[in-house]
């Protein structure tokens, strides 16, 4: 994979830039390909298997089920969690909104490490998949889902490290070879508002990008950081323990950096239309106390690209702080606000200055100097492009753009964790596996890859002074 070679979407949406009743494919590598086995029909019902039932899980099945309509039928039809809980919560949020598009009895209620194959067993191939449990099982998920010949929608990040990384690209070879077509969380790309700009500035109409900046500056994200000893979970293995509370732990997430920032950066990425090649990072734990999360609270990442020219990424998750969730670019002929203030929507325009005082040049949805009209939900288009390639047979695998985005994260974090410079080929090529072992997890007692100190803490972040991530 060339870091200075993404493979970039094609930069129309499906509704407002066509006009006729052709569509995008926002496929990937695999565009203008004719490959031969077809796993879908239009008009047809989709059977949907979840795998990891959390907030991202439900999520998901709502959005697809929102996109479907011109497709298809979808029926969710089986899920899966190592929590029982998660998955009696989540048919629950489901049920109240898409009742009629349950089919799922007890007896394809999965609880336990073995429940994605078993979930999985209850599809057809041409189903989908999607997988929302912590990334560290997206390879194994991913593996058996290519054996049953199912589409895929995986949740970001692809993976928190290199080893993980070489081995889902591997994966992902047999994928192509049977026209399977896998989508990745990353739905930015996928958002109206960002296709349109993207499209000005590869048009020249940003000038040359000099500069970006990617910010996710709010409150905690998470709260729930004490010994195990000391919650009610004191009675819990620590494997699931670490589950549970995912976002802390690095071989299961990325951590908080991985996990949150990956959008901010992932879209800078795609409008400079290249992968950084190298990251340099500082950052720092603050009031902590007895926490024991493997996190730190601020981030403070330079990436620079093949061309010299730098992306900026702030972070920090502590309350009472100044706040902002957003990306921009600097070009020689003005600047772009390419998403925020705050949440997922862009508002994406463009300014002839450097600022977004400057005169305004473009906003999307701005017509004849009107309202601008509302974005759909990037959420569901991600889900609509899915849906268009698996029912109309359109070249669709996002793998490789989703590895690519997930090292670019992980290489931030390691520069910031180690205190020096890491490159691209260095975090795709590094032997730390966090995921070591992860095959030989069978239930709740297995041993964790990362085990706790005597006090019940975890290891954390020392700049300078650890060799590695743990």
Request: proline share 5%; with cysteine.
């Amino acid at each position: 994979m060339n870091p200075a070679q993404p493979d970039l979407p094609n930069p129309l949406s499906r509704r407002h830039f066509l006009g006729t009743s052709g569509k995008a494919a926002i496929g990937g590598a695999l565009a203008g390909m004719i490959l031969p086995t077809v796993y879908g029909q239009s008009g047809s019902t989709k059977k949907i298997a979840l795998i990891g039932c959390g907030g991202r899980g439900t999520g998901a099945v709502a959005n697809a089920i929102d996109a479907s309509g011109p497709y298809c039928q979808l029926k969710l039809h089986a899920m899966a969690d190592v929590f029982e809980w998660r998955v009696k919560n989540s048919y629950k949020g489901l049920e109240q909104r898409y009742k009629d598009n349950l089919d799922v009895p007890e007896d394809r209620q999965f609880v336990g490490f073995n429940g994605f194959k078993k979930a999985m067993d209850c599809l057809d191939p041409g189903d989908i998949a999607i997988f929302a449990s912590p990334c560290a099982f997206r390879r194994p998920h991913y593996e058996y889902a290519i054996q049953k010949k199912l589409n895929v929608f995986m949740e970001k990040p692809v993976t928190p490290d290199g080893p993980s990384s070489k081995k889902i690209l591997n994966v992902n070879e047999e994928a192509k070879k049977l026209n399977l077509k896998v989508g990745v969380g990353l739905m930015c790309r996928h958002s109206e508002a960002r296709l349109e700009l993207k499209d000005r500035i590869d048009n020249g109409e940003l000038g040359e990008l000099l500069s970006l900046k990617a910010v996710r500056m709010q409150g905690r994200l998470i709260g729930w950081d004490k010994k195990k000893e000391e919650t009610k979970d004191k009675d819990i293995s620590d494997l699931m323990y670490q589950i549970k509370n995912f976002h802390g732990f690095l071989w299961l997430s990325g951590g908080v950096y991985s996990d949150f920032n990956i959008h901010n950066i992932d879209e800078c990425c795609w409008m400079k239309g290249m992968w950084p090649v190298k990251a340099m990072g500082l950052g720092g734990r603050h009031y902590r106390g007895d926490e024991i999360d493997q996190n730190l609270d601020s981030y403070s990442v330079e990436y620079t690209f093949p061309d010299d020219t730098k992306l900026y990424f702030q972070g920090r998750s502590m309350n009472k702080c100044y706040e902002e969730f957003a990306s921009h670019a600097h070009g020689t002929k003005g600047y772009a606000l390419i998403s925020g203030p705050g949440g997922h929507a862009s508002k994406a325009r463009i300014h002839k200055g450097q600022g977004p005082k400057s005169e305004l040049s473009w906003m999307f949805g701005a017509e004849n100097g009107g309202r601008p009209r509302r974005e759909n939900s990037a959420y569901v288009d991600e889900w609509d492009h899915l849906l268009d390639a698996i029912v109309n047979d359109k070249p669709y695998n996002e793998v490789e753009r989703g590895v690519a985005a997930s090292v670019v994260t992980s290489m931030g974090r390691m520069a910031t964790h180690l205190g020096r410079e890491v490159t691209y080929d260095e975090m795709l090529n590094c032997s730390h596996d966090f995921c070591a072992g992860i095959d030989e997890i069978s239930g709740e007692n297995s041993a964790s890859p990362l085990l706790a100190n005597a006090d019940g803490s975890y290891a954390i972040p020392q700049p300078g002074m650890l060799k590695t991530e743990y």
